[in-house]
């Protein structure tokens, strides 16, 4: 059974501080990694991963997988209070229908 | 472009009732829809594949005769929570995969909230 472990659970900081969210993950076949931010509706895509040591960059957001390791980073830096919401790690793989697994979600609030 | 939209965004049914939810896709084709489940403080659980045409695959653990899905064209998924009871009050999320673009993405719509009371 494909398998998603985020880390921490929840994580409180404030404004400037720089956050790393961890995404380890056991799946059959793997094809990519995704990260998605979700505040109060539905996921809003970030990231998508498929190559071990490529930096991905939006902004103040910058992720990497490492596929030797099973591991995903997602960093935030200079944080804002905007940034608050749970970041979801998802990883495809396994059947052909492009099943997505999600992991259980780092709640991140960023304080004034 | 790739705007998924879902009817209701919420609804609250007595005990007992059936609830059907609509997942469109707004501009593109999406050969293959999915839906999860989400409750409060707790991820997305996959519930359902759904394809364009075709039977629904379930996953472990989820039945098929009280979730009951229907891809009857290429913008279109709806499911249907069948004699609904308050266990099922839960956030119901589709996503799809629109047919012309890069396997690996999924566009996710708003989520619908379901209470039963």
């Known amino acids: 059974e494909d398998k998603v472990v985020q880390s921490p659970l929840s994580l409180v900081v404030h404004e400037g501080d720089t956050v790393t969210l961890n995404c380890s993950y056991e799946?059959?076949?793997?094809?990519?990694l995704l990260w998605y931010k979700q505040e109060k509706k539905a996921p809003t895509f970030l990231f998508m991963l498929?190559?071990?040591?490529i930096e991905k960059k939006s902004g103040r957001l910058s992720s990497i997988l490492d596929k030797k390791e099973l591991f995903s980073i997602l960093n935030i830096t200079a944080t804002q209070t905007g940034d608050s919401a749970v970041y979801l790690c998802?990883?495809?793989?396994?059947?052909?229908?492009?099943?997505?697994?999600f992991g259980q979600g780092t709640i991140l609030t960023v304080h004034p | 472009g790739a705007v998924v939209s879902q009817h209701p965004s919420w609804v609250i049914c007595k005990s007992g009732t059936s609830v059907k939810i609509e997942c469109r896709s707004l501009d593109f084709q999406a050969t293959t829809m999915f839906w999860y489940r989400q409750f409060p403080k707790q991820s997305l659980m996959l519930m359902a594949t759904s394809n364009e045409g075709s039977k629904a695959t379930y996953e472990q653990g989820v039945e098929k005769d009280k979730f009951l899905i229907n891809h009857a064209s290429l913008t279109l998924s709806t499911l249907t929570v069948t004699s609904a009871h308050p266990e099922d009050s839960s956030f119901y999320i589709c996503?799809?995969?629109?047919?012309?673009?890069?396997?690996?993405?999924?566009?996710f719509g708003p989520g619908t909230r379901l209470t039963v009371l």
């Open positions: 998802a990883v495809k793989g396994g059947t052909s229908y492009g099943k997505l697994t």
């Open positions: 996503s799809a995969r629109d047919r012309d673009r890069d396997y690996n993405e999924q566009f």
């Open positions: 498929t190559s071990s040591g």
């Open positions: 799946v059959t076949n793997f094809r990519s």
